[in-house]
């Protein structure tokens, strides 16, 4: 694990805390150090601060998507406002957490982004599909090579984050199934942010962006006040 944090004590504390949990971690104190570092040994997660000197953990996260890299990336924000964490997701990051944040929360989110590196499962009590699945998986005119992670719509392919990938996994593995909010968030982000988050509703949009054609009808459909669902009327 690379943690990227510029406020010593909280950096040592994060470390310390960490470690005990288990986790192999290199702590570096700025966004150069953290992408040399991330260059020179590529981490299994990285825990960014967003707010650092000179490289920020924005660009960190920018300049490692650009590069191919997908990594999970969590990032921590003192900033609170839904534009301010739109803002992390739009630069690639799979999750964050606002200072000041409890440690166990840190883990729990660490851990599900762990969990997010095996495909998901179906939801619809059918034996879990294996690690590595063979094949590909398809629904709705959409085709999926999971082991490849590569994604196309007819014969457009589709280039899609990590997290947009496992969002749209899991509704072509449940199409037609209306999956609702809290569903999807333990499946993808492994923690239910609750009624008042915008995750959700921001990652849908993405993937709408990205599969939607004109004149035909939209994929993912909203169910209101339950979820959504991928068919094709």
Not at 88 to 99: Q, S
Request: hydrophobic residues 45%.
């Amino acid at each position: 694990m690379l943690l990227a944090e510029d406020d010593r004590a909280i950096r040592h504390a994060l470390e310390r805390a960490l470690t005990l949990e288990g986790y192999q971690v290199t702590a570096v104190a700025d966004g150069v150090e953290a992408l040399a570092q991330a260059h020179k040994t590529p981490p299994d997660v990285l825990v960014l601060d967003v707010m650092m000197p000179g490289i920020d953990g924005l660009q960190v996260c920018r300049v490692l998507r650009a590069e191919g890299d997908r990594t999970p990336i969590l990032m921590l924000t003192a900033l609170v406002e839904t534009q301010d964490r739109i803002a992390g997701l739009d630069a690639g990051a799979d999750d964050y957490v606002v200072k000041p944040f409890d440690v166990e929360e840190v883990f729990a989110r660490l851990r599900a982004l762990l969990r997010r590196t095996s495909p998901v499962g179906a939801l619809t009590g059918a034996p879990k599909a294996p690690a590595v699945p063979e094949g590909q998986i398809e629904a709705a005119g959409l085709r999926m090579d999971v082991q490849a992670r590569r994604a196309w719509r007819g014969p457009r392919e589709l280039e899609l984050t990590r997290t947009e990938f496992e969002l749209l996994e899991l509704l072509v593995r449940n199409a037609g199934i209306v999956l609702d909010h809290s569903t999807i968030y333990d499946r993808i982000w492994g923690y239910d942010f609750g009624p008042g988050s915008k995750n959700l509703a921001v990652y849908v949009g993405y993937l709408r962006r990205k599969l939607d054609e004109p004149g035909v009808p939209q994929l993912i459909q909203t169910v209101r006040g339950v979820g959504y669902v991928l068919r094709e009327d």
